[in-house]
């Protein structure tokens, strides 16, 4: 049976957040994304938030006042989220734990798989408690090594 549709990216996601101003703080000053705002093309009164990186987008709603339509269950703390950088993962080990914000898995980078490879990874959580992964794609004759 063929498919309905055949996506192709994802343009954006949407995390449900205790507090937008302290989210925003975060990827901002951890991550190095961008704050964008923007008015809600149903009622332009109405301000909303996003953190851009890339190409991508992540659109922000406030736990108890999420935008319609929503995810039938949007709460705080529930995503996992993988994120590429070209920092490497090494740096940025030494700048989390001097930041004093918590690795997971013991602290130390960790060789996963991702979307289209082997990956070198550290695990942070938000200020939500969303599993952040940040990693950088291994060379394929590194992974094979």
């Known amino acids: 049976m063929a ?13 449900t957040v205790t507090d937008i101003r ?3 703080a975060w990827y901002t000053q951890t991550l190095g994304m961008s704050h964008v705002s923007f008015h809600s093309p149903k009622d332009p009164r109405v301000q ?12 922000l709603h406030r736990a108890g006042a999420e935008f319609e339509p929503r ?5 705080p703390g529930s995503a996992d989220l993988c994120f590429l ?22 602290g130390v980078v960790v060789d996963r798989i991702g979307a289209r490879g082997m990956l070198r990874s550290v695990y942070v959580r938000d200020p939500d408690g969303n599993l ?6 291994m060379d394929p ?5």
């Open 71 to 75: 995810a039938e269950r949007a709460t």
């Open 22 to 24: 302290t989210t925003i």
């Open 85 to 106: 950088t070209e920092t490497p993962v090494d740096e940025m080990l030494v700048a989390l734990k001097r930041e004093r914000i918590e690795v997971l898995e013991g």
């Open 141 to 145: 004759n590194e992974a094979a090594a």
């Open 132 to 137: 952040v992964e940040i990693s950088n794609e």
């Open 48 to 59: 909303r938030h996003a953190l851009t990186f890339g190409g991508q987008k992540i659109n």
């Open 3 to 15: 498919p309905i549709v055949t996506v192709t990216q994802l343009d954006h996601l949407v995390l």
